[in-house]
């Protein structure tokens, strides 16, 4: 159950991230919405993310958390923000899945 919860935290770190970026692009009233899902998605994330850590180790599951951030903000930028899909950025989102992947075979 940890790591289900830990994903879904990793997907909330992902959506304030996101709405992070949609903020920037937006004025007034809009933008001040993106910062409330910001905020929203941010306690959501990190409440997951203490539940999660109550049976994950905190490495392991800060790691992780991280990790899955990091991909999905990445694949976001490319898929709504029209950020570059290069050759080595895709490279290095493939280890950094493998090395999310390995951390959690690997950790009791």
Known sequence: M???L???AGLFEVAFAS???KAKETT?????????GFFVALTIS???????????????????WTGI?????????ILFFKEPATFWRMFFLTTLIGS???LKYVSH
């Open 69 to 77: 951030g990091a991909v999905g903000t990445v694949l976001m930028g």
């Open 46 to 64: 990190m409440v997951l993310l203490v539940k999660a850590t109550k049976t994950i180790p905190i490495g392991t599951a800060y790691a992780v």
């Open 6 to 8: 830990l994903i879904i």
């Open 19 to 21: 709405c992070l970026g």
């Open 100 to 102: 999310i992947i390995g």
């Open 28 to 36: 007034g009233t809009a933008s001040y919405w993106w910062y409330a």
């Open 2 to 4: 940890g790591f289900i």
